[in-house]
């Protein structure tokens, strides 16, 4: 089992939809979660970052944090075209700096 | 303007033959972290730094080495390249947020593609 794993994707929604993006992580002691944006050729971009239970809402973007199901999620509301890009699921343990990312899902938002 | 640059971006070199991927930050970070992304794979930790003179191996460590001199620079060493490490490498840095330092919301370089023949 993969340490952190993501919905494989293609994810394919219309403008103006929302996006729903799924990760679960095997790690227990797991403490931060973050989402990255990349966009084709380029390097990853911090999006959102969740580190307590619940729910995290900036613009339209809402991260989702479930530690006992082991689950983050990343929604996305109002869908653009812009937003069609690999989203990648990492997660911290601890403070000892070691990261691991889930191997993404591609969106792609169709006009 | 805050940014982690590395250098080269392009690489094209042989098997066996050193080289040196250099990766700077101005934004007084402590952490680093180099970051290897294959096809399939995603992105996959190499080394990490906390600080000057201390670093870590991460998931895929083998064929690579590190060091931290300075706490602006963090370059990635390969001593003997092979074909299997021809792939797109990423250097990141980050601040550490939360009240304990835990947690680190990481600034990723512009990635350096190596091809090794």
């Known amino acids: 089992q993969k340490e952190v794993e993501q919905n494989s994707g293609p994810l394919s929604v219309p403008e103006g939809a929302i996006a729903s993006l799924n990760c679960t992580y095997s790690?227990?002691?797991?403490?931060?979660f973050f989402w990255y944006r990349q966009y084709s050729g380029k390097s990853p971009e911090l999006i959102m970052s969740?580190?307590?239970?619940g729910d995290k809402e900036d613009g339209r973007f809402t991260a989702q944090l479930n530690k006992a199901s082991q689950y983050v999620s990343l929604l996305i509301r109002d869908s653009q075209p812009s937003d069609s890009a690999t989203y990648l699921c990492?997660?911290?343990?601890?403070?000892?700096?070691?990261?691991?990312f889930g191997d993404g899902t591609t969106l792609t938002v169709k006009p | 303007e805050a940014q982690v640059t590395q250098n080269p971006r392009y690489l094209i070199t042989v098997t066996g033959k050193k080289l040196t991927v250099t990766c700077s930050q101005n934004?007084?970070?402590?952490?680093m972290s180099w970051y290897r992304q294959d096809p399939g794979l995603g992105l996959r930790q190499i080394y990490y730094?906390?600080?000057?003179?201390?670093?870590d191996k991460g998931d895929v460590p083998e064929g690579y080495k590190v060091s931290r001199k300075e706490k602006r620079n963090f370059p990635l060493i390969l001593e003997s390249p092979s074909p299997n490490q021809t792939s797109l490498y990423f250097c990141?840095?980050?601040?550490?947020?939360?009240?304990?330092?835990?947690?680190?919301?990481?600034?990723f370089g512009p990635g350096t593609r190596l091809t090794v023949l």
């Open positions: 990141a840095s980050s601040f550490r947020v939360g009240l304990d330092g835990r947690y680190h919301e990481q600034f």
């Open positions: 934004m007084n970070h402590e952490y």
């Open positions: 990492a997660v911290n343990s601890g403070g000892a700096g070691k990261s691991t």
């Open positions: 730094s906390m600080n000057v003179e201390v670093t």
């Open positions: 790690d227990r002691v797991s403490q931060s």
């Open positions: 969740i580190y307590s239970n």
